[in-house]
């Protein structure tokens, strides 16, 4: 069987580092293949990716056959394959980690649109805004709530789809070094995920790329 997983740039591609991150937890075997999509070349190489997905992104696992070009759904597809334990087996458990997935999946209602993913590797960085500050405190707010109910030490008690879904902006706000002192189980929580070594191997390879300096980050 052969598993292919194409994947963005790694200092660009939170998406992709969503999908990657249970394959790797779980210990699913797959190849990785890199797409460059910096500009100016991420055009063509995305024209090619719709060649095989009609999404004409990334990221892509292709098994097979078989095409899944979506992150959430190849998420929950590595979980079904690795056993089902990165999804609480209580019901109401799993649906409210299947909550911080769908909403991260929206886009956390639009928080923080210009602290990019590519703004955690810039060597000189910017301070947070009041708005950027007053969204991450909100984010914050119902991340401590959640580990208080659960008894943590993640968000549903043991390691979920909830924590790896949210790695990457956790990394785009933490590295922009807000003030954690009123939220010490999500302070904790924070640096659990960053040093599991699934998320240090990305992370690893994101930082020896150059940085990607987006036009609106100012």
Sequence with gaps: MERILYIGT???????FRAWLPLRELGIEFKEQVVDIRKPQRFDNLRRIGEISPAASVP?????QSIIFDSLAIMEYANDIGGGNLLP????????ARSFLSWQHAGLSGLCPRLSFES??????RQMTQEEQIDAERLFRCWEQELSLSGGPYLCGD??????????TVIRIYSHRPQMRSWPLTHQWIKRLLARESVEEWMSEARNLPPIILDNYR
Aim: no cysteine; aromatic share 8%.
């Design 10 to 16: 790694k200092n660009v591609s939170s998406w992709a």
């Design 159 to 168: 390691l979920s789809l909830a924590d790896l879904a949210l790695v990457p």
């Design 60 to 64: 892509v696992l292709v098994e097979n």
């Design 120 to 125: 955690a590797f810039y060597p000189d960085k």
């Design 89 to 96: 087996s209580d019901p109401l458990l799993r649906a409210r």
